[in-house]
């Protein structure tokens, strides 16, 4: 499948919230097949269908080709530890940046898989903290927002004038 176009920051489509997949069929598959062969090329560890413009709640993660792949459908977070941790994020929609962000350390998470069968799981440290980031992006929370205005707004600056 090919390497899609990744939206970049400030597109709007970043803040607009992901509509539930209903459908589990040939096209989920190429779209799940069109994200890890985009993440792959950005690089990246986790990207939405958000980041190629589609607003369906997808996502793959994949933290190391030996960690695995991971392909979440409708997920959702039911629960956060009161623990956090703190960890460098960024985005492949803008790269080269990134930020400290603080996050519950652990998590309980609701989510279909290809098939559309209902699973639940935990995940600590680093898959903790990618989860939330893309449930974060298809919920049309775009990373910056988790920062201070002060940071963000130096991020931000720093963005549009290497883009120039």
């Not at 980041?51 to 039911?78: F, K, M, W």
């Not at 998590?107 to 279909?112: A, G, L, P, S, V």
């Not at 098939?115 to 449930?135: P, R, S, T």
């Not at 910056?144 to 004038?161: A, N």
Request: glycine share 6%.
């Amino acid at each position: 499948m090919p390497v899609r176009p990744i939206i970049r920051f400030p597109d709007p489509l970043l803040k607009t919230a992901c509509a539930p997949v209903t459908a589990f069929d040939d096209r989920l598959r190429g779209l799940a097949t069109d994200l890890l062969d985009t993440m792959r090329a950005a690089p990246g560890v986790g990207i939405t269908a958000a980041h190629i413009g589609v607003l369906q709640r997808v996502t793959v993660i994949e933290l190391s080709r030996e960690d695995g792949l991971r392909t979440y459908v409708n997920p959702e977070i039911i629960w956060f530890s009161a623990e956090t941790m703190r960890h460098m994020e960024g985005s492949v929609s803008m790269p080269g940046f990134t930020d400290e962000i603080v996050r519950p350390k652990a998590i309980r998470f609701r989510y279909q898989d290809m098939d559309g069968q209902v699973h639940e799981a935990e995940a600590e440290g680093f898959l903790a903290v990618c989860i939330q980031h893309e449930v974060d992006q298809l919920d049309g929370l775009f990373w910056l927002q988790r920062l201070s205005k002060l940071k963000r707004d130096r991020l931000v600056k720093k963005w549009e004038k290497a883009k120039a």
